[in-house]
């Protein structure tokens, strides 16, 4: 494997990695951020308040987006099997 395979095959994995994280991390800090308002308005400062809605979109995120974000890492895996003669290289 030659440097510029094992960057290329890293640069790959890392833009996989931040396309499957970003919809849960987003997703999760959208709600925090509300949540965070709501509780500043309404001077409620309770921990599990943030955390139950946070948990809760997140795990909606993911029920939605499951499929796809299997398949990305499912094909991603296929194609470094496939290609893992060539690497060996």
Do not use: C, N
Request: proline share 4%; no cysteine.
């Amino acid at each position: 494997m030659t440097p510029d395979t094992a960057l290329a095959l890293a640069r790959d994995a890392s833009w996989l990695v931040l396309a499957l994280a970003g919809p849960l991390l987003g997703a999760g800090l959208a709600v925090g951020l509300v949540v965070s308002v709501v509780q500043a308005v309404t001077q409620v400062q309770e921990a599990s308040l943030s955390f139950i809605p946070k948990l809760a979109a997140v795990l909606a995120v993911i029920a939605v987006l499951g499929h796809w974000m299997l398949g990305q890492m499912l094909g991603f895996t296929a194609t470094l099997l496939a290609s893992l003669p060539t690497y060996a290289r």
